[in-house]
């Protein structure tokens, strides 16, 4: 009698669908995790310098302010933000 | 002679690996994606309101103002940004 050979067992697993979103990204990741809401604020009359830049990009080393950090992350990503300027005149 | 059957034609796709990264996404989908860098400069002499409170979730249908959006946000994304609040004393 001839051994047939079993065929070799065929295991597909299902694919996932995996849907992406950038709208339910979040923007944060770094700064004040345990705030629950990061609001910072300025009393204008304390400004000292007649130019202070405020990050708008929550990827500044020196939140709230602008560090620069924001064009590392315009180029990693194509975005196109950028910090809020107060001047003082 | 015994005719062997062909054992069922077996073909599993190779996985493909989803690395999703939140910092690899653009935090603004929507505003004045025309400018190369979306930069607001306030001067801060001209504020008539002793407390003005600027978007930094770039959601807010009155940018670079906050229009309250920031919670809508953070609710859908668990983010937890929030405004800039500019203060006249
Ligand atoms: S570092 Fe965030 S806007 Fe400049
Ligand atoms: S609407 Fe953007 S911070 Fe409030």
Redo the contacts between chains.
Sequence with gaps: V?G?KQ??R????P?RM?V?R????????EI??N???????????E?SKPLTA?????RSGTF?LCDGS?VK??K??????????????
Tied chains: 1, 2.
């Design positions: 001839l047939l065929s070799p065929c295991t597909v697993r694919r995996v992406v950038a709208e339910g990204q979040t923007i944060n990741s004040r995790k705030e629950e809401k990061v609001v910072d604020a300025v009393v204008i009359t400004l405020y990050c708008r990009c929550w709230p924001h992350h315009n990693a990503t194509g975005d196109n933000v950028g910090p809020l300027l107060l001047k003082k005149q």
